[in-house]
Nanobody, 127 residues
């Protein structure tokens, strides 16, 4: 059974940085594709970034491109990271890591396609 356990989020001022992490355990094939999503109050769950198992294929939402960096470390238990720089108030949300067996690039942005989710962590950016 796959488990995704996220680190704590935090609160920063606009322009600041935070790094989120997510530790995955279970069958490796079930976290071949790993992604970050976020959800603000009253909004749908929004795609942030996705990475494949080797890290050779990465995609970002336009809203975070150039500011956020997704990465993963497959050495022992798989660790997924999201480095968030130059944070803005509208980045405030609950952030979730998610994983799946291999997904085609055209559907990697769709939260419905992911089988496993972390518990979520709050990120708050103040102006």
């Amino acid at each position: 059974q796959v488990q995704l356990v996220q680190s704590r989020g935090g609160s920063v001022q606009a322009g600041g940085s935070l790094r989120l992490s997510c530790e995955a355990s279970g069958r490796t094939i079930d976290f071949y594709t790993m992604a970050w999503f976020r959800q603000a109050p009253g909004s749908h769950r929004e795609f942030v970034a996705v990475i494949n198992q080797s890290g050779s294929r990465i995609t970002y939402a336009d809203s975070v491109k150039g500011r956020f960096t997704i990465s993963r470390d497959n050495a022992a238990n798989t660790l997924l990271y999201l480095q968030m720089d130059n944070l803005k108030p509208n980045d405030s949300a609950v952030y979730y890591c998610a994983s799946s067996s291999p997904l085609h690039v055209t559907i990697q942005h769709d939260p419905v396609k992911y089988d496993y989710w972390g518990q979520g962590t709050q990120v708050t950016v103040s102006s």
